[in-house]
C-alpha cells in the first residue's frame, strides 16, 4: 500500500545538499510497520533493521539509526503525514472497505510524555494576583493612615487588571510616602522591600505562562502544550490528574478516517474543529455523523443542522428519558410542563400559565451565544403541590432554551427511528473498539514523543497502522 502513495509532499521536506539520506518511502515502511507491530521507540526501530527479517526486508538491508529515524518521524513528517493518511484513506474508500458518509466520532485521553509533577495551574496563576492585589492595597491603606496629609492620591489604584507596571508605579508611590516617616512598622518595611524584590519578576513569569496556558487551566512544563486531565486508566486510583491529549477520532467499519488532538478535557467542545478537518481533508461535510451524549451540546447540534449534515447524537439526559422511571421521579419538570406557542407561555402544573418575564443571550465558553427565556408563574402561595413542584420562596420561574428544545426533539426523533438504533448500536462496535485495540491491545497508553505537532504525527501513524492492519485482518 505505501508503495503505491504519492510522497511528493514528503519529499519536499528534504532541503538536499549535504549526506545521502535514506529514502523516505522505506523509512515511512519501517515506521509504519513500527507501529504496526507495537515498536514505537526508536532504538527498537534500529536494532529491529538489524535482526528482525521483517524489517530488514523492509528496509531493504538498509540499517537506519535511531536519530535518522527520530529525524524523520518528527521533522519530516510532520506537514507529510496528514497527507499520507488521507491517501490510505481514499484507496480503501476506492476498495470499498469503508465510507466517508456515514461516520462515528468519539474520544480518548491518552497520557503525554511529560513529567507529571511540573504543573503550572491557571488558578494558581489567578490566586497568587488576587493575593498579590489585595495585599497592595492593605499596604495602600496603611500609608494612607501614616502619610495621609502627603498623599496626592486618597483613593487606592484600581487593580482590576493588575501589570508588573502597575505594581512597580505603586509600590514606589507607597515607598516615597513612608520613607523618613516614624513608627513606621518593621513588618511593613519587609512587606514592602519584598514586594519590590519579588513581585515584578512573578507578574513577568506570570504573563509568560499564561500564555502558554491560552485559556486552558493547566499545562506541564516538560510538555507546554500536554492539559492535566483525568484518565479512565488511573492505575493509582487516587483520582490523580494527568498530563494529557484529548485525541479524537472518526471512524467507519473500524477504520479511522479522521483524527485530531486537542488540549481540552471534554469531548464536547473539540466537535466542530474535528468536523472542519473532516472537511478539509476530503472537501466535503459526513453526511452523517453518530455520537455518544458527551458531544449532544447546542453548538454541536447546531453546528451540525448548519452544515447539512444529519446527525444522531444523544444529548445529555436522553438515556434517562428512555424509561417512564424518569418522568416518575420528576413530574414537575420544566421540559415536561405543557407549552403553548401562539401565547408564549407554560402552563405549570396547577394550569397557570408561567409568562415569558425575560428574554436574554448567555455565551458559553467556546463563545456560542444562547438565547434564553424566563418564564414566571402568577402566584404559588397556598397551592396545594408547592412542596414537590419546587423549591423557592417566591413563584416558581424556569429558565427554557427554546432553540435547545428544538434540536432535542430532532434528535429524539432521530435517535429513536430504525435508522438511529441501528447507528446506536453500531457505533459501540465502530469506534469504541479502535481505541481498545489501540490503548488495550497495542499497548499504546503514553506518547513517546511531546509538543501537539509530534504527538499529532504519532498518533497519525498509530491510526495508519489500525487501518493497515484491519485491511490485512
Ligand atoms: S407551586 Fe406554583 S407553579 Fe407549581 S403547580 Fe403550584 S401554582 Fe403551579
Known amino acids: 500500500m505505501i508503495e503505491s502513495l504519492n510522497l511528493d509532499v514528503l519529499e519536499k521536506a528534504y532541503t538536499g545538499g549535504g549526506t545521502s539520506s535514506y529514502h523516505p518511502r522505506m523509512l515511512l515502511k519501517v515506521l509504519v510497520y513500527g507501529y504496526v507491530t507495537n515498536i514505537y521507540s526508536s532504538r527498537k526501530l534500529e536494532a529491529a ?3 528482525n527479517i521483517h524489517f530488514m526486508w523492509l528496509a531493504a538491508m538498509q540499517q537506519p539509526d535511531h536519530n535518522t529515524i527520530n529525524t524523520f ?5 510532520q506537514e507529510a503525514l496528514k497527507n499520507i493518511f488521507t491517501q490510505v484513506v481514499e484507496l480503501l474508500v476506492r476498495e470499498g472497505v469503508l465510507s466517508l458518509k456515514d461516520i462515528n466520532v468519539d474520544g480518548t485521553k491518552i497520557e503525554a510524555a511529560a513529567n507529571q509533577y511540573t504543573f503550572v495551574w491557571g488558578n494558581a496563576i489567578k490566586t497568587n494576583k488576587e493575593k498579590m492585589k489585595r495585599q497592595l492595597e492593605e499596604l495602600w491603606h496603611y500609608t494612607q493612615k501614616i502619610a495621609a496629609a502627603e498623599s496626592e492620591e486618597p483613593t487606592p489604584p484600581d487593580f482590576t487588571l493588575i501589570s508588573k507596571e502597575k ?5 514606589e508611590k507607597i515607598a516615597a510616602a513612608l520613607e523618613g516617616k516614624e513608627g513606621v512598622s518593621k513588618k511593613i518595611k519587609q512587606k514592602l522591600a519584598y514586594a519590590k524584590r519579588e513581585w515584578p519578576a512573578a507578574l513577568d513569569k506570570y504573563e509568560e505562562q499564561e500564555k502558554v496556558l491560552d485559556g486552558r487551566n493547566s499545562y506541564s512544563k516538560t510538555d507546554t502544550d500536554a492539559t492535566f486531565m483525568r484518565l479512565k486508566d488511573d492505575h493509582m486510583k487516587n483520582g490523580q490528574l494527568k498530563a494529557a491529549y484529548n485525541i479524537q477520532i472518526s471512524t467507519s467499519n473500524q477504520y479511522v478516517v479522521d483524527y485530531s488532538i486537542h488540549p481540552n478535557a471534554t469531548d464536547t467542545t473539540t466537535f466542530p474543529a474535528h468536523v472542519e478537518q473532516h472537511k478539509e481533508s476530503y472537501q466535503q461535510y459526513p453526511g452523517s455523523i453518530t455520537a455518544d451524549a458527551g458531544y449532544g451540546s447546542e453548538e454541536n447540534l447546531q453546528y451540525a443542522e448548519d452544515k447539512g449534515i444529519e446527525s444522531y447524537i444523544k444529548y445529555p439526559g436522553f438515556d434517562k428519558q428512555q424509561g417512564e422511571k424518569h418522568q416518575k421521579k420528576a413530574p414537575f ?4 410542563l405543557h407549552y403553548n406557542k401562539e401565547k408564549d407561555c407554560f402552563y405549570c402544573p396547577m394550569g397557570q400559565a408561567m409568562n415569558c ?3 436574554y443571550k448567555r455565551k458559553t465558553s467556546t463563545g456560542f451565544e444562547q438565547t434564553l427565556k424566563q418564564y414566571r408563574a402568577q402566584n404559588c402561595n397556598g397551592c396545594p403541590l408547592r412542596g414537590v413542584c419546587h423549591q423557592s420562596k417566591q413563584a416558581r420561574v424556569i429558565e427554557v432554551n427554546h432553540n435547545l428544545i428544538r434540536h432535542k426533539s430532532i434528535a429524539k426523533e432521530k435517535l429513536q427511528s430504525e435508522e438511529g438504533i441501528a ?7 465502530d469506534v469504541e473498539p479502535v481505541f481498545g485495540n489501540i490503548k488495550s491491545n497495542h499497548k499504546f497508553n503514553r506518547f513517546m514523543l511531546r509538543g501537539k505537532k509530534k504527538v499529532t504525527i504519532e498518533f497519525g501513524l498509530l491510526a495508519l497502522a489500525q487501518n ?6
Open 357 to 359: 418575564t425575560r428574554a
Open 333 to 336: 419538570a420544566a421540559q415536561y
Open 468 to 473: 493497515l492492519r484491519k485491511r490485512a485482518a
Open 49 to 51: 533493521t538489524k535482526e
Open 73 to 77: 518521524r518528527g521533522r519530516r513528517l
Open 423 to 429: 447507528k446506536r448500536k453500531k457505533r459501540c462496535y
Open 167 to 171: 505594581v512597580e508605579q505603586t509600590i
